[in-house]
């Protein structure tokens, strides 16, 4: 199954490129060295022209692939959702229980991704750029248009995988999108609350007692009981 999952690439809207990037060696090599930029600089010091530089190209030729850097960042954030999806469905496959598909729903949502190979993008450089960058590329006046046009496909398709396994679990349960959005949102911002800002945390919440924090957080808002 890795050898499988190294290999795959994920689909991701097209509105979010102006050419595919995987289609070249040119376009790979700017979402993957363009990656390890945004992580390694944060995206208020990450350029095109820095890009370019670092990969040997012209600025112009950058911008053929992708309009802007946070048309860069949105695509490196809607990759990592598809590739959480596809973590979740290869991860659940065999279990027919709902609450046994949840536990492995939270430990993706909280700790990352089970598989971080993948030849195109590596996965545990996506999980610390959304951690750490994904919200700018939210928090922005023109999120209404590219909602409208598709740009957040992805975390929605893995939104609604969870706010239906929650529905499973308790179909009177009245917020089931609204709480897995939330744990999602959270669990992001208590991951980078953890490293940044530890006054906002427990200091005994490591990765081990956040995933008990969030998994209490959830079962305990449907529980039947």
Do not use: C
């Not at 922005?140 to 969870?162: C, L, M, P, S």
């Not at 396994?165 to 991951?191: F, G």
């Not at 200091?203 to 039947?224: C, G, P, T």
């Amino acid at each position: 199954m890795e050898n499988l999952l190294n290999n795959i690439k994920m689909e991701v809207h097209d509105n979010l490129y102006l050419k595919e990037p995987f289609s070249s060696e040119l376009g790979s090599s700017i979402v993957q060295e363009g990656a390890i930029l945004i992580r390694n600089l944060g995206m208020e010091n990450f350029t095109f022209k820095k890009l370019a530089i670092h990969i040997g190209v012209t600025e112009a030729a950058v911008y053929r692939y992708f309009e802007n850097k946070h048309m860069l960042l949105l695509y490196l954030t809607a990759w990592y959702w598809a590739w959480m999806e596809v973590n979740y469905v290869y991860a659940t496959a065999n279990l027919d229980s709902s609450k046994a598909r949840l536990t492995i729903a939270m430990k993706l949502i909280v700790n990352g991704p089970f598989f971080m190979r993948n030849a195109h993008l590596d996965p545990e450089n996506l999980r610390s750029i959304v951690v750490n960058e994904s919200l700018k590329g939210y928090l922005t006046k023109t999120v209404d248009v590219e909602h409208e046009n598709g740009i957040f496909a992805q975390v929605y398709n893995f939104g609604e995988r969870i706010s239906e396994l929650i529905y499973e679990i308790n179909p009177t349960y009245p917020y089931p999108k609204t709480l897995a959005y939330t744990v999602m949102e959270a669990s992001l911002l208590h991951a980078f609350n953890a490293k940044h800002l530890p006054g906002m945390t427990e200091q005994s919440l490591d990765s081990k007692n956040r995933l008990v924090f969030f998994e209490d957080l959830i079962i305990k808002a449907i529980s039947n009981e």
